[in-house]
């Protein structure tokens, strides 16, 4: 049991092994933190996408009103109590006292009410208790859970677990995929997100948005980007090895970074009501295919042209197409 007031990428970052170990060996982790409403405006989109991060790695995230303990419970005789947020902090100095008792730690539990609180979340009404608030998990899938939309999903660079981007730039990680970080941690990103991309050593990612503009997280390389171009992004792809990418533009341009060849671009043929919606890679990054609305697929390079969906009826446009 985690009291932390605060959160901050870069802390649970550390963490990241730790507690999906945690997860792996059925110890459930539970974290208590500040209410959503007791946060800044600026503040309540970064701290979403943490609570939504931790769900994920089966961190069960309860929501107190005026908390501001800093302590940690393990298992039932072992307590750290003092001055640090131990999910947000950094450099500055603090102090933290270990007791190994467990009348103590019982004492601490009675005080804090915690088996209240941890089996009102689980079995009651979703109200803490204590304070009276609401308990709504982030990562549950209840309304309103999300600040944006889920525009993109790719899997981690060894294929053990996946990325999830939203429009606002939010990024989740899940299984193995390790979070870097995101547009609301870093004051926001210039246009909507359309989608991330690991890099080759799963330690980071590229976020691509809208406006052509690329950002870098953890140890991925900026290798360039387009910028304003008249005509909105719609879908990146990183090479096979991870030291490149390819940017689709809604009027079929293609630009390439890093080790990514150019091999052809449907430019002309798609755009405007039919826009350009997918780009992806043949295996060995000798080709790609792009894939429009109206379910039009256009090969290069190396990427057979495998069939399409073009001239079926279709009852929605396609927005996303992926090989492997």
Not at 14 to 33: I, K, N, P, Y
Not at 239 to 249: A, E
Not at 292 to 313: E, H, K, W
Request: aromatic content about 10%; some cysteine; charged content about 15%.
């Amino acid at each position: 049991m985690i009291y932390s007031p605060f959160i901050t990428e870069n802390r649970i970052g550390e963490l990241h092994t730790a507690l999906l170990s945690c997860a792996d060996r059925g110890v459930q982790v539970f974290v208590v933190t500040k209410t959503q409403g007791e946060r800044s405006k600026g503040e309540r989109a970064t701290y979403s996408d943490l609570l939504m991060t931790l769900e994920s790695w089966g961190v069960v995230v309860i929501p107190k009103k005026n908390m501001h303990e800093k302590l940690v419970f393990v298992d039932d005789d072992v307590i750290w109590s003092g001055s640090l947020n131990p999910l947000s902090y950094s450099y500055t100095q603090e102090i933290m006292e270990r007791r190994q008792s467990k009348p103590v730690s019982s004492d601490f539990q009675k005080t804090l009410r915690m088996g209240e609180l941890v089996a009102e979340y689980h079995d009651g009404p979703p109200h803490c208790p204590i304070c009276g608030n609401e308990l709504r998990p982030a990562g549950s899938g209840l309304s309103n859970s999300l600040n944006a939309p889920i525009v993109g999903m790719v899997p981690s660079a060894d294929g053990g677990g996946y990325f999830m981007v939203a429009s606002d730039g939010g990024v989740f990680a899940f299984g193995d995929a390790r979070l870097a970080g995101s547009c609301p941690g870093i004051g926001g990103c210039s246009g909507a997100a359309v989608a991330v991309m690991p890099d080759a050593s799963g330690n980071g990612y590229w976020l691509v948005t809208q406006s052509g503009n690329v950002y870098t997280f953890g140890d991925a390389p900026y290798y360039g980007a387009p910028g304003p171009q008249g005509v909105p992004v719609t879908s990146a792809e990183r090479t096979p090895d991870g030291r490149g990418y390819w940017i689709l533009f809604s009027n079929g341009a293609i630009s390439f970074f890093g080790d990514a060849g150019i091999f052809g671009m449907p430019l002309g043929r798609m755009g405007g009501l039919n826009p350009a919606t997918a780009i992806f890679a043949t295996s060995d990054g000798g080709g790609y295919w792009v894939a429009a609305a109206n379910g039009a697929v256009a090969n290069y390079g190396d990427a057979p042209s495998d069939g399409s969906m073009l001239g079926t009826r279709l009852n929605g446009s396609i927005i996303a197409a992926s090989g492997w």
